[in-house]
C-alpha cells in the first residue's frame, strides 16, 4: 500500500468518510472538513504510528503536516521510510 492509499484510508477512517468523498492530493483537511480538529489530529497520529510500527514525537507534528492530503502523506512516507 503507498503512503497516499494509508494516508486516505486513515482519513477515511477518522472523519467516517466513504468512497464516494474524494480525497486528492490537494483536498484540503484544516478548513477542509468541519469534524477535523484536535481530537482528529491526535487519532491520526495514534494510526500512523499503530499502522506504521513507529513513534511519532512531538516535534515533529505541525500544522503544516495536516493542510492537505498530500502533505499528510508526505509525512506517512517519511514515517514508512524511517521503519
Known amino acids: 500500500m503507498t503512503a497516499l492509499d494509508l494516508t486516505r484510508k486513515m482519513i477515511r477512517s477518522c ?5 464516494s468523498v474524494p480525497l ?3 483536498t484540503y483537511l484544516m ?6 480538529n484536535s481530537l482528529t489530529i491526535t487519532t491520526l497520529i495514534v494510526e500512523i504510528e499503530d499502522n506504521l510500527g513507529c513513534e511519532v514525537a512531538d ?5 503544516e503536516i495536516f493542510e ?3 502533505s499528510l502523506a508526505e509525512f506517512v512516507q517519511q514515517k514508512m521510510n524511517e521503519a
Open 24 to 26: 486528492s492530493e490537494d
Open 59 to 63: 516535534d515533529e507534528i505541525s500544522g
Open 31 to 36: 478548513g477542509g472538513f468541519p469534524e477535523f
Open 68 to 70: 492537505t492530503v498530500g
Open 15 to 19: 472523519l467516517q468518510l466513504n468512497d
